[in-house]
């Protein structure tokens, strides 16, 4: 075998990659989701545009070794989705199947933080470790866990779903997932927000934020120009996540935590409040895990599901 695809599938659009055994990247591209009508086009849409690139490289079947897929929903590890609403999909059923079907060879699916997770892990900011947890800041939280190089999926395909860690008992508001309390209410874009609108109401403190925009990237802009107000609410994001993650280590004992996402662009700041209430709060044998940025931006999902049809 000599090549495979790797294929990230989002609710506006579908990024695939064409990939060598080594994980080199030779070719990316995307598509449109099609999500109307149940997300009937879906699948279709991406067995042509494998079976179209193929064509176009003239790529024979016996060279491929297959397709990874991961997709915005809790996936099984045989391969059933468990609805994803983004896509249109709300009844359970096998996409590996379907989807190997549709393009005669082998498939292997995933969650799609998982599977940008073994990205990170391959490729990116944890290559060189076999225990990696992957944290995505961004709209939500999203998270995968990778134990001796193999995605944690749990029984229900709900491993790694970092973002629902319950970690405050006085919430009132309710997380899109509906409890109350959860880490992505504090620790995601919207929650960073959210910890400095509050902040803003609360008191008369000066601060840049009370002129223009609030949002993760002038909130963290603020801390590096040392605006006092915007220091607090990346000392709360700091302790919510930092705390998690000391929580998460207890269990998981990774070699490196890789934090990425829209809010990660924040940079080195960013980790050095976050490891400010990990180290004192985590077990003491997990103290020296590292921390890191993710690299491969929107490029870890394709990564990630070229390498889940490699170790199949």
């Not at 874009?189 to 609108?197: E, F, H, P, Y």
């Not at 220091?231 to 207890?250: C, R």
Request: with cysteine; proline share 2%.
């Amino acid at each position: 075998m000599k090549y495979c695809f790797g294929i990230d599938v989002g609710g506006t659009t579908v990024k695939l990659g064409l990939f060598d055994v080594e994980g080199n990247v030779l070719d990316k591209w995307e598509i449109p989701t099609r999500s109307e009508n149940g997300g009937v086009n879906v699948l279709p849409d991406i067995a042509e545009a494998v079976k179209n690139k193929m064509e176009q490289r003239n790529l024979a079947k016996e060279d491929v070794a297959g397709a990874g897929i991961g997709v915005p929903g809790p996936v099984s590890s045989d391969g059933f989705v468990n609805k994803a609403v983004n896509l249109g999909w709300k009844e359970r059923f096998n996409v590996e199947d379907k989807l190997s079907a549709l393009i005669d060879m082998p498939v292997k699916a995933g969650n799609d933080a998982n599977v940008a997770a073994l990205g990170e892990m391959w490729k990116g900011g944890g290559a060189g470790a076999e225990n990696v947890v992957f944290v995505t800041l961004g709209t939500g939280v999203g998270g995968g866990i990778i134990i001796d190089g193999k995605i944690v999926t749990g029984s229900h395909g709900a491993g790694g779903e970092i973002g629902h860690i319950h970690v405050e008992d006085k919430e009132e508001e309710s997380c899109g997932c509906g409890n109350h309390g959860c880490l992505e209410q504090y620790a995601s874009a919207t929650g960073v927000v959210r910890i400095a609108n509050k902040l803003l109401k609360e008191t008369e403190q000066d601060s840049v934020l009370r002129s223009g925009e609030v949002s993760a990237k002038t909130i963290f802009d603020a801390v590096k120009a040392g605006d006092a107000l915007a220091v607090k609410v990346a000392e709360q994001f700091g302790k919510y996540l930092g705390t998690a993650l000391a929580n998460i280590s207890a269990i998981a004992d990774p070699q490196v935590f890789v934090i990425g996402g829209g809010v990660s662009k924040a940079g080195e700041v960013l980790l050095d409040y976050v490891k400010k209430y990990y180290v004192p709060t985590v077990f003491h044998g997990c103290r020296e895990t590292r921390f890191e940025l993710a690299t491969l931006g929107n490029d870890a999902g394709i990564y990630g599901t070229a390498r889940l049809i490699l170790d199949k």
